[in-house]
């Protein structure tokens, strides 16, 4: 087993920590002893959920001045954002497209060398039927691209992960499917997996630069999920 407790010595803003994803992701964070700031509309929440250990700044996606004080001193960030409702501040326009990118843009600007993308399975497929919620598919396309243009370039790096149908549930309970592309329909994924999955990404080089799919294949517990980023295509 690696000494889990030093291999990354950063800090990690999580955006979107208070969601179901995002909250594993400030759990796995702590759970390898890195240090944690969470963005968050609800800092009341997000201090009820995560107590004092974590470091707590308030803001909505939309301003950039909440952005920047959010970024700022952040070595990495993973983000867990994600729309639900139709219109209004919480759309997929809103949130996953200029939302993230807004995030992205910051994040630059501030010297953050990571970072981390929670997407989705089908985001190249139009034609996908999830698109009719206003363009979800479409808007997390975007951002990503935005993610890729902006991360890509030498000394930065980032990480995005494509995952099924979420559920809630322990990590490391699966033997996962990774694959580049953009091939499959159908799936299911525990959230912990892909919370886990971006906080590995904070410090393995095979998972720089990747975007990816992952769903369960079978129930098997796992020992770690490092293998998965090994198995990716270049
Ligand atoms: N559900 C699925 O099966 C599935 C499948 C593939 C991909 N995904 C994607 O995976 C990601 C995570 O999903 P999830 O189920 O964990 O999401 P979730 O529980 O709905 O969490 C979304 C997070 O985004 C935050 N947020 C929304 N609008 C915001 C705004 N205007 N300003 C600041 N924060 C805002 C929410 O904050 P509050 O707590 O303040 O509301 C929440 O923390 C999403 O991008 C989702 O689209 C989901």
Redesign the pocket.
């Known amino acids: 087993m690696m000494d889990t407790k030093t291999v990354y010595k950063g800090k990690v803003l999580v955006a979107?920590?208070?969601?179901?994803?995002?909250q594993w992701v400030v759990k796995r964070l702590l759970h390898y002893g890195i240090a944690v700031r969470v963005f968050?509309?609800?800092s009341d929440?997000a201090l009820r959920m995560f107590g004092e250990g974590v470091e707590i700044v308030n803001g909505?996606?939309?301003s950039t001045s909440d952005i920047a004080r959010a970024v700022k001193g952040c070595d990495a960030v993973i983000s867990?954002?994600?729309?639900?409702s139709y219109s209004g501040?919480?759309s997929p326009a809103?949130?996953?497209r200029d939302?993230v990118m807004r995030l992205v843009d910051e994040a630059v600007k501030a010297g953050v060398k990571h970072f981390g993308l929670?997407s989705?399975?089908g985001v190249t497929k139009w034609y996908h039927p999830l698109n009719l919620f206003a363009g979800v598919l479409q808007k997390k396309w975007e951002a990503e691209e935005h993610v890729r243009e902006v991360f890509s370039k030498q000394p930065l790096s980032y990480t995005i992960v494509r995952?099924?149908?979420?559920k809630d549930g322990e990590p490391l309970q699966h033997k996962l499917h990774v694959d580049t592309g953009d091939s499959l329909w159908s799936g299911w994924i525990n959230?912990s997996d892909v919370a886990e999955l971006l906080v590995l990404s904070l410090w393995l080089e095979t998972a720089k630069n990747k975007t990816f799919e992952v769903i369960n294949e079978t129930e098997q517990e796992q020992s770690g999920l490092e293998q998965y980023y090994a198995l990716l295509s270049e």
Request: glycine share 22%; proline share 3%; no cysteine.
């Open positions: 979107g920590a208070t969601g179901k994803t995002g968050s509309r609800q929440k909505k996606i939309q867990a954002l994600g729309s639900s501040e919480s809103e949130v996953d939302g929670v989705s399975l995952p099924g149908g979420l959230r």
